[in-house]
């Protein structure tokens, strides 16, 4: 890339008109080119000053006015014949363009070429100070070095690098012994390097890529685009793809196609969030050939309409500014989404709630036929909306029961009817479910539970508890049971409350239910529930009076006890009890 501009820099000085003052001819990284070399007498050490015009209107006469001004001092480091390349402060490198002319600081200075040097020095002086015939080396007599040399170094002038190798390597071949075997030798070495350089700046120049071609080039495209017949209109000088929407709160990168660069000489970007008085400006940079990029800063896309429109400078004597995509009276518009922010996780959102029934109609605790125990496990978490909340979890019920006529009336206590039937049988009832919450109303909120599970009916009187699940499983039924409960809540869920439900199982049973819930104190919820059920069994209702105190000491997690009391008739009755664990965070 570098052996491509020095190329290009050839060209323009050698196709150029001499100017009364030297000037920047071109600007690579930190190298600053200057056309000042050794036949000016600048070398490697001199001090150069440069000058950057201004170019202003006369408000009053309309006249150009042109001045110059120092910005800072430039050294050389190295020095060709009328070209120099000069370094400068690096804060200031970016404000060198192409054309800023430079003052010489340093005295003139005289410089030799050191291959005439030394063929010059090499020959002989004959007496009386004029050069000396053919001279020869040793062991050559009669051999011209000089002459064979100077003869291949005119030879050499004004040929490609591969032709002047060529001739060198025949010097070689024709004088094996010449002094100037190593310098020659040297500059062999340093063709092959020029002309690998010079392959791989052709090979880049004639790459589709954009971003390994030196920026220089679009100097040729700019004098390409001088010479067009049909000028392009001036809101067709840019191109770029529409932004219709973007997304809030995140950079836009613009890129923008320059048609005729010969027409931009420096360009913005102006921008407008919704909301904001005025337009903001970014400068466009150069990329590339002919490309123009920019960036709107995240904090510039915010919701709402972001208005912009580009200005250019174009690089005639006048210097106008001009609109050439939009403008500020009809800017583009980008429609920037509106913010969506997730609120924060909000304490109370997930409850899990165990809780274990024992409960005896009979009276009889495990000697009777009629009783049965239920626990539950089940977590649940609030979404809010549209679904107020989710419960999953599981449960068992598992008792014995039968008719309470039979139970009351046999004498011997094995619920045998007047036949000597066995009447009662045993359930297991292991279930999964999941409950949905919908609020209705801010107070109101409806609750719907389906479930399913295994479904084991034992009805042979032998007394072995869990018959089922060995191997003797005569007597035994194996069934899915499946069931759904309802209810509505009325009041705050937190605080004072009622709930109203229902719930059926296939083979197991009904239950209907109220329950109204309180805090009289803070730290101590009560809960009063009635329930109507014929649990375990489908064969007699029966009335249960539940209360339940919890002791809510600390936020995350309280323990709650209930006693109840249960009958189907008054001499079919019992109490029992159960304890619950509750965890809130």
Same mark, same amino acid.
């Given at each position: 890339?570098?052996?491509?501009?020095?190329?290009?820099?050839?060209?323009?000085?050698?196709?150029?008109?001499?100017?009364?003052?030297?000037?920047?001819?071109?600007?690579?990284?930190?190298?600053?080119?200057?056309?000042?070399?050794?036949?000016?007498?600048?070398?490697?050490?001199?001090?150069?000053?440069?000058?950057?015009?201004?170019?202003?209107?006369?408000?009053?006469?309309?006249?150009?006015?042109?001045?110059?001004?120092?910005?800072?001092?430039?050294?050389?480091?190295?020095?060709?014949?009328?070209?120099?390349?000069?370094?400068?402060?690096?804060?200031?490198?970016?404000?060198?363009?192409?054309?800023?002319?430079?003052?010489?600081?340093?005295?003139?200075?005289?410089?030799?070429?050191?291959?005439?040097?030394?063929?010059?020095?090499?020959?002989?002086?004959?007496?009386?100070?004029?050069?000396?015939?053919?001279?020869?080396?040793?062991?050559?007599?009669?051999?011209?070095?000089?002459?064979?040399?100077?003869?291949?170094?005119?030879?050499?002038?004004?040929?490609?690098?591969?032709?002047?190798?060529?001739?060198?390597?025949?010097?070689?071949?024709?004088?094996?012994?010449?002094?100037?075997?190593?310098?020659?030798?040297?500059? +062999?070495?340093?063709?092959?390097?020029?002309?690998?350089?010079?392959?791989?700046?052709?090979?880049?120049?004639?790459?589709?890529?954009?971003?390994?071609?030196?920026?220089?080039?679009?100097?040729?495209?700019?004098?390409?685009?001088?010479?067009?017949?049909?000028?392009?209109?001036?809101?067709?000088?840019?191109?770029?793809?529409? +932004?219709?929407?973007?997304?809030?709160?995140?950079?836009?990168?613009?890129?923008?196609?320059?048609?005729?660069?010969?027409?931009?000489?420096?360009?913005?970007?102006?921008?407008?969030?919704?909301?904001?008085?005025?337009?903001?400006?970014?400068?466009?940079?150069?990329?590339?050939?002919?490309?123009?990029?920019?960036?709107?800063?995240?904090?510039?896309?915010?919701?709402?309409?972001?208005?912009?429109?580009?200005?250019?400078?174009?690089?005639?004597?006048?210097?106008?500014?001009?609109?050439?995509?939009?403008?500020?009276?009809?800017?583009?518009? +980008?429609?920037?989404?509106?913010?969506?922010?997730?609120?924060?996780?909000?304490?109370?959102?997930?409850?899990?709630?165990?809780?274990?029934?024992?409960?005896?109609?009979?009276?009889?605790?495990?000697?009777?036929?009629?009783?049965?125990?239920?626990?539950?496990?089940?977590?649940?978490?609030?979404?809010?909306?549209?679904?107020?909340?989710?419960?999953?979890?599981?449960?068992?019920?598992?008792?014995?029961?039968?008719?309470?006529?039979?139970?009351?009336?046999?004498?011997?206590?094995?619920?045998?009817?007047?036949?000597?039937?066995?009447?009662?049988?045993?359930?297991?009832?292991?279930?999964?479910?999941?409950?949905?919450?919908?609020?209705?109303?801010?107070?109101?909120?409806?609750?719907?539970?389906?479930?399913?599970?295994?479904?084991?009916?034992?009805?042979?009187?032998?007394?072995?508890?869990?018959?089922?699940?060995?191997?003797?499983?005569?007597?035994?039924?194996?069934?899915?049971?499946?069931?759904?409960?309802?209810?509505?809540?009325?009041?705050?869920?937190?605080?004072?409350?009622?709930?109203?439900?229902?719930?059926?199982?296939?083979?197991?049973?009904?239950?209907?239910?109220?329950?109204?819930?309180?805090?009289?104190?803070?730290?101590?919820?009560?809960?009063?529930?009635?329930?109507?059920?014929?649990?375990?069994?489908?064969?007699?209702?029966?009335?249960?009076?539940?209360?339940?105190?919890?002791?809510?000491?600390?936020?995350?997690?309280?323990?709650?006890?209930?006693?109840?009391?249960?009958?189907?008739? +008054?001499?079919?009755?019992?109490?029992?009890?159960?304890?619950?664990?509750?965890?809130?965070?």
């Amino acid at each position: 890339m570098r052996t491509l501009t020095i190329l290009l820099i050839t060209l323009m000085v050698a196709t150029s008109v001499a100017s009364a003052d030297p000037m920047v001819i071109a600007v690579d990284g930190a190298d600053i080119y200057v056309d000042l070399g050794a036949l000016d007498g600048v070398g490697a050490g001199s001090e150069l000053e440069l000058l950057h015009e201004v170019v202003a209107k006369d408000p009053r006469t309309g006249a150009t006015l042109r001045d110059r001004f120092a910005i800072a001092k430039m050294t050389v480091i190295k020095s060709g014949a009328r070209l120099s390349v000069a370094t400068i402060d690096p804060a200031l490198v970016k404000r060198v363009l192409a054309g800023d002319q430079v003052r010489v600081l340093s005295a003139p200075r005289t410089f030799l070429d050191p291959w005439a040097a030394q063929v010059e020095a090499s020959k002989v002086l004959a007496p009386g100070g004029g050069p000396s015939g053919p001279t020869t080396g040793p062991g050559t007599p009669g051999v011209d070095h000089v002459g064979i040399a100077t003869k291949a170094w005119q030879e050499t002038l004004g040929q490609v690098p591969e032709r002047r190798i060529e001739r060198w390597n025949a010097l070689l071949t024709a004088d094996p012994r010449s002094p100037y075997r190593k310098v020659v030798e040297n500059e +062999i070495i340093s063709l092959k390097l020029q002309i690998q350089q010079r392959d791989y700046a052709l090979a880049q120049a004639r790459s589709v890529r954009t971003d390994d071609r030196n920026p220089r080039i679009a100097h040729l495209a700019t004098e390409l685009a001088k010479a067009s017949p049909t000028p392009l209109p001036k809101n067709a000088l840019i191109l770029a793809d529409s +932004i219709e929407r973007a997304i809030p709160n995140r950079p836009i990168e613009f890129s923008f196609l320059v048609r005729m660069p010969s027409a931009i000489a420096q360009a913005w970007l102006y921008v407008r969030p919704e909301g904001e008085p005025g337009f903001r400006r970014i400068d466009l940079r150069p990329d590339g050939d002919s490309y123009l990029r920019g960036t709107i800063a995240a904090d510039a896309v915010r919701a709402g309409d972001l208005e912009w429109y580009v200005e250019a400078r174009d690089g005639g004597v006048e210097q106008e500014v001009r609109p050439v995509l939009g403008s500020q009276q009809q800017p583009q518009v +980008i429609e920037i989404d509106a913010t969506v922010t997730e609120a924060p996780i909000q304490q109370g959102r997930s409850h899990i709630d165990a809780h274990v029934d024992y409960v005896d109609f009979d009276g009889g605790f495990n000697e009777g036929y009629d009783q049965y125990y239920q626990a539950e496990f089940d977590f649940t978490y609030r979404f809010i909306e549209p679904v107020y909340a989710v419960r999953l979890g599981f449960g068992t019920l598992a008792g014995k029961g039968g008719p309470r006529d039979v139970i009351d009336e046999d004498t011997t206590g094995r619920c045998l009817d007047s036949n000597g039937t066995f009447r009662c049988r045993k359930v297991n009832f292991s279930y999964v479910y999941t409950e949905l919450e919908f609020k209705l109303r801010p107070n109101v909120a409806l609750m719907i539970r389906p479930q399913a599970g295994l479904l084991t009916t034992d009805e042979m009187d032998d007394g072995a508890r869990n018959r089922c699940s060995g191997r003797d499983i005569d007597g035994c039924r194996f069934r899915t049971g499946f069931g759904a409960r309802g209810r509505v809540r009325f009041g705050s869920e937190l605080g004072t409350n009622l709930v109203i439900g229902a719930a059926f199982t296939d083979k197991v049973g009904t239950l209907l239910e109220a329950a109204y819930h309180w805090l009289p104190h803070k730290i101590v919820p009560i809960q009063l529930t009635v329930q109507v059920t014929d649990l375990p069994v489908p064969e007699d209702f029966g009335v249960r009076l539940i209360g339940d105190v919890g002791f809510r000491q600390l936020s995350w997690v309280y323990p709650s006890l209930r006693v109840s009391y249960q009958a189907r008739d +008054i001499d079919h009755s019992g109490f029992s009890g159960g304890f619950a664990l509750n965890f809130d965070w």
